[in-house]
């Protein structure tokens, strides 16, 4: 059974670095073809993807947010992190880690996701 | 970078047929995945690849790609198929995941 989970802070002030951990089981970042992802829903808004991670370290990001994120792994954790620097009130939103089987991306289990309040 | 386009909203009767359309440019050469969005959940995936289901997805859920247009289906829409649904795919000219704005469904 694969399972994620996201944890980290709730609340976070302007300016200041987020920083987020998927903690997984049920998968291996060891194998080949896997990698996880992170994505976020602002409020009332669509799904946006931030950024990805391979099991070989091979990253990915957003091309409109590249310079505040950061994506690392921990295989002997079973974790996963991403940093945002220069947080903001826009970047309130809910932050899922997912998982991807193929190198067609799609995410087949989800973390249920944490909520971020970017606020002073 | 590679846009996906979808309908803010779809409405229909249950037991009907909905289609909620997922538009880019020669989207036939990408492999297309579905996501079923409720309120206060995560995402779940119903279709991947264009048209394959995921173990558990009912058959009432299936997919198309053709042209610059990409499709889901669901037959005998239920009150319980009330969600956001968004199309997603990897841009392999860019490498990015790319999501479509999401269509509302609305079960009248």
């Known amino acids: 059974q694969i399972t994620l989970k996201e944890s980290g802070p709730t609340l976070v002030k302007p300016t200041q670095t987020l920083t987020l951990t998927c903690t997984f089981s049920g998968i291996s970042l060891n194998t080949s073809t896997v990698g996880v992802g992170w994505i976020r829903q602002p409020p009332g808004k669509a799904l946006e993807w931030l950024a990805f991670i391979y099991w070989d370290d091979d990253e990915r990001y957003s091309p409109s947010l590249k310079s505040r994120l950061t994506i690392t792994k921990d295989t002997s954790k079973n974790q996963v992190v991403l940093t945002m620097t220069n947080m903001d009130p826009v970047d309130t939103g809910t932050y899922y880690c997912?998982?991807?089987?193929?190198?067609?991306?799609?995410?087949?289990?989800w973390g249920q996701g944490t909520l971020v309040t970017a606020s002073s | 970078s590679y846009v996906l386009t979808q309908p803010p909203s779809v409405s229909v009767a249950p037991g009907k047929t909905a289609k909620i359309s997922c538009g880019g440019n020669n989207i036939e050469t990408k492999s297309v995945h579905w996501y079923q969005k409720k309120p206060g959940q995560a995402p779940v995936l119903v279709v991947y690849d264009d048209t394959d289901r995921p173990s558990g997805i009912p058959e009432r859920f299936s997919g198309s790609n053709s042209g610059n247009t990409a499709t889901l289906t669901i037959s005998r829409v239920e009150a319980g198929d009330e969600a956001d649904y968004y199309c997603q795919v990897w841009d392999t000219s860019s490498d990015h995941v790319v999501f479509g704005g999401g269509t509302k469904l609305t079960a009248l």
């Open positions: 997912a998982h991807a089987t193929s190198y067609d991306i799609e995410f087949d289990y």
